[in-house]
């Protein structure tokens, strides 16, 4: 089974400028979760998706987005990048159909960097 | 609100030596997962162990052991006959009822050949 993949995996921006990264789950995954990781703060909760549908978001400013299509690909957008937005962004899908497939597997990442 | 606090930012040990490094956290949730994935320098996170809260067993995949203690709600890895490959930064992680994983800061762990 092939595992997750993102893409792309490196990327670099200017300020002001908007991005989106693309995530492709395990086959057979329902739930994606995104994480962002700095030096400074570490893993960083971002948001999770099962089924199309948000489930929960983290303590993030509306410039960041999400959205999770019928094939369980997901999608995550930042608008007006800032300096700080610089970071490895990953992606995780885990079976979610119950309480014990919250296994999370995780993508090689993309790494933005915003001059 | 959960927190995990890992308390050594860096650890070293020789190369077939045993090490331990530890986590705590803190919830008022009674049913929980807890994690520890490791990070090599490609930045690929890896599933090392997984435990279930409800479980008193401790979790145990061939060379990386788990001592659970919920009441104190430490959660600490022991990795036995450590190699060069092991070598990476270790994040413990809380998973909850609110779908997300809450992270640690991390340790780094240093193998000596």
């Known amino acids: 089974k092939a595992g997750v993949t993102q893409t792309p995996r490196y990327l670099i921006k200017t300020r002001g400028q908007q991005v989106t990264l693309s995530c492709s789950p395990i086959?057979?995954?329902?739930?994606v979760s995104w994480y962002q990781q700095t030096p400074g703060q570490g893993l960083q909760f971002l948001f999770e998706y099962f089924s199309e549908t948000q489930r929960n978001k983290g303590n993030f400013p509306g410039r960041f987005s999400g959205r999770q299509f019928s094939n369980s690909r997901s999608e995550m957008n930042v608008s007006t990048l800032e300096l700080g937005d610089s970071a490895l962004y990953l992606c995780?899908?885990?079976?979610?159909?119950?309480?014990?497939?919250?296994?999370?597997?995780f993508g090689p990442g993309t790494r933005l960097t915003v001059l | 609100a959960q927190t995990v606090t890992q308390s050594q930012p860096e650890m070293s040990v020789q190369e077939a030596e045993t090490v331990t490094l530890s986590c705590t956290y803190d919830t008022s949730e009674s049913d929980y997962y807890l994690f520890w994935y490791k990070q090599p320098p490609s930045r690929q996170m890896i599933l090392v162990i997984r435990q279930e809260a409800y479980k008193q067993q401790n979790a145990t995949e061939n060379r990386f052991s788990v001592n659970f203690q919920k009441a104190a709600k430490s959660f600490s890895l022991k990795i036995s006959d450590s190699q060069l490959g092991d070598a990476a930064m270790y994040f413990c992680?809380?998973?909850?009822?609110?779908?997300?994983?809450?992270w640690g800061a991390g340790t780094k762990l240093i193998i000596k050949p």
């Open positions: 995780a899908s885990s079976l979610a159909q119950g309480s014990q497939d919250n296994e999370q597997f």
């Open positions: 992680a809380f998973y909850g009822s609110n779908y997300q994983l809450i």
């Open positions: 086959s057979g995954h329902r739930s």
